[in-house]
């Protein structure tokens, strides 16, 4: 594999990070409120991530998308946890104000557990994303050698969007967080919550009447 290939997938792998969808919504969601929170539902969104990669280089997600039925159901449960999840944050923003004169960060649910359940959202909003694996198998073998090991390559290119998806979500928490004291305050938190509710609720519909 030249380093001639290896710089093409790495501008491929970067514009598709780039490029907002639904792991960008909900890593979005929680940066603005909260750094640390950022940060675990972009590592939930990259343990996803990897899970595709492991499974294109055993051969599993070929498989799974040559089955029109399998592929449909993967597609139709990802469509609908992210409707679950668009319409659960556009309920959250509907809710009244707590009467407990508290800040908003501190009315909020309790500390204890939410990492795990943030964790847990954005892996299974990666995981069942049928469009991320059907990047390792249509995008990436673009870029591997025929006449080498394949599994290896798959590894190794995988590998490599796994740590430029580090690299770039790390930005976009750092960057996003900056947002955090502003979105402490109810208004703003309100439109942040309609604005990534209702476009994961377009991302899992568009999935839905997608080919």
């Not at 972009?42 to 499974?55: D, F, K, R, S, Y």
């Not at 870029?143 to 998806?165: E, K, S, T, W, Y």
């Not at 004291?181 to 991302?203: E, F, I, N």
């Amino acid at each position: 594999m030249s380093a001639g290939t290896l710089a093409v997938f790495i501008g491929v792998v970067m514009v598709a990070y780039v490029v907002p969808g639904p792991d960008w919504m909900v890593i979005l969601r929680y940066s603005a409120r909260r750094r640390s929170s950022g940060f675990v539902a972009a590592i939930g969104v990259q343990c996803g991530l990897a899970v595709h990669m492991t499974a294109a280089a055993l051969g599993v997600s070929t498989a799974l998308l040559h089955s029109s039925v399998a592929f449909t159901v993967l597609k139709l449960v990802g469509a609908a946890y992210l409707v679950y999840l668009g319409a659960q944050a556009l309920w959250k923003s509907w809710k009244s104000e707590p009467s407990s004169g508290k800040p908003a960060e501190e009315a909020d649910e309790p500390v204890a557990g939410r990492p795990l359940r943030i964790f847990r959202q954005a892996f299974l909003s990666n995981v069942l994303n049928p469009k991320a694996a059907l990047f390792f198998v249509s995008v990436l073998p673009q870029f591997i050698d025929r006449d080498a090991a394949v599994a290896p390559q798959v590894l190794l290119l995988g590998g490599l969007d796994i740590a430029l998806g580090v690299l770039w979500w790390g930005l976009f928490v750092l960057l996003t967080a900056r947002l955090s004291g502003l979105m402490r305050r109810s208004g703003p938190r309100k439109v942040l919550d309609r604005v990534t509710g209702t476009a994961l609720v377009g991302l899992g519909g568009a999935l839905v009447i997608s080919s």
